[in-house]
């Protein structure tokens, strides 16, 4: 499985952004996934997942209210929507993937998933 993950740029405090994660090598109805990210002298840390179908999320909460994972499984892509953005959510953003052991799971350790995309930046100024 390789994933893609895009959508990432500059943004002003306030703003919004939607990073796409794009899988290929195989379909994606049966790979839970997830976004991470790192800001810049810290670690990665879990931010949002969705299970095979979608029926299940799970978000970190500093980032409840403000972010939405989505997963459209006809187009092998998972969306975070990124809305009211501030500056500490300033990092690289990883996507994440794994065979889901149901259909409802959801996984927020970084050593659950099998494979991870390059990483996009977002940048939020004050």
């Known amino acids: 499985v390789q994933l893609q993950a895009s959508g990432g740029g500059l943004v002003q405090a306030g703003g919004y952004l939607r990073l796409a994660c794009a899988a290929s090598?195989?379909?994606?109805?049966?790979?839970?996934m997830g976004w991470f990210r790192q800001a810049p002298g810290k670690g990665r840390e879990f931010v949002a997942a969705?299970?095979?179908?979608?029926?299940?999320?799970y978000y970190t909460y500093s980032v409840k209210g403000r972010f939405t994972i989505s997963r459209d499984n006809a187009k092998n892509t998972a969306y975070l929507q990124m809305n009211d953005l501030k500056p500490e959510d300033t990092a690289v953003y990883y996507c994440?993937?794994?065979?889901?052991?149901?259909?409802?799971?959801?996984?927020?350790?970084?050593?659950?998933?099998?494979?991870w995309g390059q990483g996009t930046l977002v940048t939020v100024s004050s």
């Open positions: 994440a993937a794994r065979i889901g052991d149901r259909d409802s799971d959801v996984y927020s350790r970084e050593y659950s998933y099998n494979y």
């Open positions: 969705i299970s095979c179908s979608g029926v299940s999320t």
């Open positions: 090598g195989r379909t994606v109805s049966n790979l839970a």
